[in-house]
T-cell receptor
């Protein structure tokens, strides 16, 4: 079945460091791909998305490119801030599935 | 303010005592869904609803019921809770099901503990 695999955390970085969180997927159709972020005590909110191969989603300095050949959608940010500390979820959706499928989440800690 | 509201936010209960977690959205969304979040497993879909009176099972429906009598409300019912239903529950909604746009709007979560 369709699934998402993302790197285990936690990831601990110093402020202004470069961030990469790896995400790979398995899907029978042509999925749309998403990154959601969950701040402490809150629900998930959409960070960025890409709906077809080679699309790049971007928001708040974060970027991810839909790579069909490697079935990947890695999240990157050039310079993280303490306020980026959160749990990040990679996700996919396929039209006939009527659901969004989430990875296990990666917790990010950013130290001042 | 556009939002998805869940209640209660926190609940400790005992095995077998029926409970309902309410979910209400004020965005006139057609699609609503319940997820549970467990460490190391991410979010797993329990039930979803494409519109009023249209509901279907997700990946982990056992032990849960839902109803969709009104567009704005989508309660999650645990008829006889068991300890393995201890989890963090999220309700989410979307204008309609569309895999391409796929943005879900989440509530703040309901942490349930079953003793």
């Amino acid at each position: 079945g369709d699934s998402v695999t993302q790197m285990e955390g936690p990831v601990t970085l110093s402020e202004e460091a470069f961030l990469t969180i790896n995400c790979t997927y398995t899907a029978t159709g042509y999925p749309s791909l998403f990154w959601y972020v969950q701040y402490p005590g809150e629900g998930l909110q959409l960070l960025l998305k890409a709906t077809k191969a080679d699309d790049k989603g971007s928001n708040k300095g974060f970027e991810a490119t839909y790579r069909k050949e490697t079935t990947s959608f890695h999240l990157e940010k050039g310079s993280v801030q303490v306020s980026d500390s959160a749990v990040y979820f990679c996700a996919l959706s396929v039209g006939g599935g009527f659901k969004t499928i989430f990875g296990a989440g990666t917790r990010l800690f950013v130290k001042a | 303010e556009a939002q998805v509201t869940q209640n209660p936010r926190y609940l400790i209960t005992v095995t077998g005592k029926k409970l309902t977690v309410t979910c209400s959205q004020n965005m006139n969304h057609e699609y609503m869904s319940w997820y549970r979040q467990d460490p190391g497993l991410g979010l797993r879909q329990i039930y979803y609803s494409m519109n009023v009176e249209v509901t279907d099972k997700g990946d982990v429906p056992e032990g849960y019921k839902v109803s969709r009598k009104e567009k704005r409300n989508f309660p999650l019912i645990l008829e006889s809770p068991s300890p393995n239903q201890t989890s963090l529950y999220f309700c989410a909604s979307s204008p309609k099901w569309d895999a391409d746009t796929g943005e879900l709007f989440f509530g703040e979560g309901s942490r349930l503990t079953v003793l």
